[in-house]
């Protein structure tokens, strides 16, 4: 069995896990939960369909990467036949994804701030806006995938770079590598469907590409979290002052909902940036301390698509209506009755 093959089954493993439990959420959302506004039921099926079909792309696509020295080969492993230019479009919007999902997640925060601080502008998620809104995060995840088409589509000099390093440096200088390379990667690189990111030209200045992409793709990912650290510490610090403006069933519920939110915040980080923070930095910084890298790096990936299960399965263990309505529908257990407080006094008084 190759290494694409292992790869693959755990790909595909966590899009059945995500498939489910993000069907869950949503069969759940919309048929059995009352108490969540309607507003902010229809973010938690955008976003349980964001993540089942993030899952799903990885899974057609089969995106790989390998880091070598100062580049970073990013492609498809995909065996299905799919055509070149549609396997290219599945990795780079799997690639976009990225961007999407913590733009979503700010949109969230956006949403919970207002809700929570009683503003007008709230209103304006009410409705069609739900739907604007829900639209929006693919404005930073279209930009992310053009960005990746445009800046990193591969050239003469990235495909001779990737050739020289295939030959020279694996085959040379780590000659051991040579049954590796050609077990692990039975293909021609110029045919693969490929995108290559090699900051630096041969006399080590910064690539005009790479510094527009690592600009583009920074800009994007940091400008959706300052939003959400704004608008989370924001509700930290005046949730105790603000709910007062709430019924106690619904200060509980609005407790829940920053919970929730911020382990959704804390999902990406762990398993989508985190990840991707040493195979995209790698290629930038190996040159300037004169390292010598080979990484298969598309092993993370893996560790990528247990995002989607975590959000769902999170979300819905800290709201407490679904923990309800699971022990009811699925473990058929009855909910506690809360014991009648005058019963209790009394039982206490006879005894």
Same mark, same amino acid.
């Given at each position: 069995m190759s290494l694409f093959d292992i790869a693959y089954i755990l790909t595909k493993i966590g899009f059945c896990i995500s498939f489910l439990s993000n069907f869950v959420l949503i069969y759940l959302t919309i048929f059995h939960v009352k108490q969540v506004f309607v507003t902010y039921k229809r973010m938690v099926v955008y976003f349980a369909v964001i993540g089942i079909l993030f899952a799903g792309l990885e899974v057609i696509g089969r995106p790989f990467a390998h880091n070598f020295n100062g580049?970073?080969?990013?492609?498809?492993?995909?065996?299905?036949?799919?055509?070149? =230019?549609?396997?290219?479009?599945?990795?780079?919007?799997?690639?976009?994804?990225?961007?999407?999902?913590?733009?979503?997640?700010?949109?969230?925060?956006?949403?919970?701030?207002?809700?929570?601080?009683?503003?007008?502008?709230?209103?304006?998620?009410?409705g069609y806006?739900?739907?604007?809104?829900?639209?929006?995060?693919?404005?930073?995840?279209?930009?992310?995938?053009?960005?990746?088409?445009?800046?990193?589509?591969?050239? +003469?000099?990235? +495909?001779?770079?990737?050739?020289?390093?295939?030959?020279?440096?694996?085959f040379n200088i780590f000659p051991f590598f040579r049954n590796e390379v050609l077990s692990t990667y039975e293909f021609n690189i110029s045919e693969v469907p490929r995108f290559i990111m090699v900051p630096y030209d041969s006399d080590g200045h910064l690539r005009i590409e790479s510094l527009q992409n690592i600009s583009v793709d920074l800009f994007l990912v940091c400008s959706h979290y300052l939003i959400i650290?704004?608008?989370?510490?924001?509700?930290?610090?005046?949730?105790?002052? =603000?709910?007062?403006?709430?019924?106690?069933?619904?200060?509980?519920?609005?407790?829940?909902?920053f919970k929730a939110l911020v382990i959704q915040s804390l999902g990406p980080t762990i398993f989508l940036v985190l990840p991707a923070a040493p195979v995209l930095l790698t290629p930038v910084v190996a040159p300037l301390l004169d390292m010598e890298v080979h990484w298969k790096t598309g092993w993370l990936f893996s560790l990528i698509g247990l995002f989607?299960?975590? +959000?769902?399965?999170?979300?819905?263990?800290?709201?407490? =209506?679904?923990?309800?309505?699971?022990?009811?529908?699925?473990?058929?257990? =009855?909910?506690?009755?809360?014991?009648?407080?005058?019963?209790?006094?009394?039982?206490?008084?006879?005894?």
């Amino acid at each position: 069995m190759s290494l694409f093959d292992i790869a693959y089954i755990l790909t595909k493993i966590g899009f059945c896990i995500s498939f489910l439990s993000n069907f869950v959420l949503i069969y759940l959302t919309i048929f059995h939960v009352k108490q969540v506004f309607v507003t902010y039921k229809r973010m938690v099926v955008y976003f349980a369909v964001i993540g089942i079909l993030f899952a799903g792309l990885e899974v057609i696509g089969r995106p790989f990467a390998h880091n070598f020295n100062g580049s970073l080969i990013f492609f498809s492993s995909s065996k299905l036949g799919v055509p070149h =230019e549609l396997l290219l479009l599945s990795i780079s919007v799997w690639g976009g994804f990225y961007s999407l999902i913590i733009a979503f997640i700010a949109v969230q925060f956006v949403y919970r701030y207002l809700s929570l601080f009683g503003t007008k502008a709230a209103k304006k998620f009410d409705g069609y806006g739900t739907i604007v809104w829900g639209l929006y995060p693919i404005i930073p995840g279209a930009i992310y995938t053009y960005a990746f088409h445009i800046f990193c589509r591969p050239n +003469d000099y990235t +495909d001779g770079y990737m050739r020289y390093i295939f030959l020279h440096v694996c085959f040379n200088i780590f000659p051991f590598f040579r049954n590796e390379v050609l077990s692990t990667y039975e293909f021609n690189i110029s045919e693969v469907p490929r995108f290559i990111m090699v900051p630096y030209d041969s006399d080590g200045h910064l690539r005009i590409e790479s510094l527009q992409n690592i600009s583009v793709d920074l800009f994007l990912v940091c400008s959706h979290y300052l939003i959400i650290i704004y608008c989370g510490l924001g509700m930290h610090f005046n949730m105790k002052k =603000e709910l007062e403006k709430f019924s106690v069933p619904q200060q509980k519920l609005q407790r829940q909902f920053f919970k929730a939110l911020v382990i959704q915040s804390l999902g990406p980080t762990i398993f989508l940036v985190l990840p991707a923070a040493p195979v995209l930095l790698t290629p930038v910084v190996a040159p300037l301390l004169d390292m010598e890298v080979h990484w298969k790096t598309g092993w993370l990936f893996s560790l990528i698509g247990l995002f989607p299960p975590f +959000d769902s399965v999170a979300f819905m263990l800290i709201v407490t =209506e679904y923990k309800k309505i699971i022990k009811k529908k699925f473990l058929k257990q =009855e909910p506690e009755v809360p014991k009648d407080p005058s019963t209790t006094a009394l039982s206490v008084r006879m005894v």
